[in-house]
């Protein structure tokens, strides 16, 4: 079993920053693929970013792209999302979740294991 554990939401305003991280334990995570998902209130959960088992290879939503940046520490365990350029759009839960297959994914189904969210508002 993979245990997932957000952190680093919060309350931000326009145009800030805020980096989130996602500790695994249970398990290493270095061959799985990893993605981050958010939900807003009253919308489905949506895509944001995934990373290939590696770190090579990275794909992203068209709303977050060039302001977002997923990276991983395999050593650590951990993935990281760097939000940048945040908008009042990005408010949201944002979710962790990791893939036993090592590609990259965009589906939320696809993936095996789920964190339980860290909250980012980010105010206008």
């Known amino acids: 079993q993979v245990q997932l554990v957000e952190s680093g939401g919060g309350l931000v305003q326009a145009g800030g920053s805020l980096r989130l991280s996602c500790a695994a334990s249970g398990r290493t995570v270095s061959t799985f693929a990893m993605g981050w998902f958010r939900q807003a209130p009253g919308k489905e959960r949506e895509f944001v970013a995934t990373?290939?088992?590696?770190?090579?290879?990275?794909d992203y939503a068209n709303s977050v792209k060039g302001r977002f940046t997923i990276s991983r520490d395999n050593a650590k365990n951990t993935v990281y999302l760097q939000m940048n350029s945040l908008k009042p759009e990005d408010t949201a839960i944002y979710y962790c979740a990791a893939r036993r297959t090592g590609s990259t994914y965009q589906l939320a189904p696809g993936y095996d294991y789920w964190g339980q969210g860290t909250q980012v508002t980010v105010s206008s």
């Open positions: 990373i290939n088992w590696g770190g090579g290879r990275t």
